[in-house]
């Protein structure tokens, strides 16, 4: 069994003691390391000037070294929610100017380590906000691995590396997917479709395991086309969420959305209906398919956490 292990009084990692039951080490037979309920760190990538990179203190654990803002995750706390609170609180990352990409995992069983990979959207300027940094720099991709890099990132950055730019699309059938739960929509389409919009808009923000979209690494957060009809037609887009109106049917445009993103994301392109003849059409260009099913249980499980 592992065991949990207190910062020592005056410990330079927490001048003041604990901030959170999380704020602990963990011991065990593959080593020691920081975060009672697991730790996380961000890779934000801004593909005009590269990765923001910490130059940890040399009291730290491998201080002198290269690597992620990121640190402790609270308990319960989600890895995507915890890389982002520990990045805006070391080097002041502001989580609007970023959209996140993918999750990748760590574990020595007992101990977790999340990288999460966040695309920037809007330019910022870290700042140091604690004393774990000498400097925050963006490094260009193809520098990072000129610098000593913690020996976690090193052995971690060239899959995290080959993965950038990288953007899974998951194409919805909102009719068909709307219609596979009897709530009531036929009493207002529209509605329907808004909370299912509203259920992928969560469902995004946790991610989606990697292995249901055919992508290495652990989670990742698909852009999300929701294609709808008829009465449906007009609901509003939500940030990762593009919603499009099909003029008439709905399976000729979700056709052409797909055959679009095949040609511009080859083999990330999922598309999620249990119509089999538009599976069959969706499947002959390139695309991956889920059931109806298959989502509904995923966003149920993102809205529990």
Known sequence: MPRIVPPAPGEPRRPHGPRNPGDAWVEGDRGRYWGRFGAAGLLAWDPARGILLQHRAEWSDRGGTWGLPGGALHEGEDAIDGALREAHEEAAV??????ARFA???SVGYWSYTTVVAEVRESFEPAINDPESIALEWVPVDRVAELPLHPGFAAAWPMLSAQLGRRPQLVVDAANVVGARPDGWWKDRAAAAERLRDGLHTLVHHGVDADDLGLPGSRWCPDVTLVVEGKARGI???DGIRVVNAPHEGDSEIVEQVSALVAEHPNDV???????ELTSRVESRGGRVHGAGWLWERIDEAAKR
């Open 94 to 99: 502001p989580a609007s100017a970023l959209s």
């Open 270 to 276: 999922t598309m999620i209906t249990s119509d089999r």
């Open 236 to 238: 509003a887009d939500v």
């Open 104 to 106: 990748s995992v760590f």
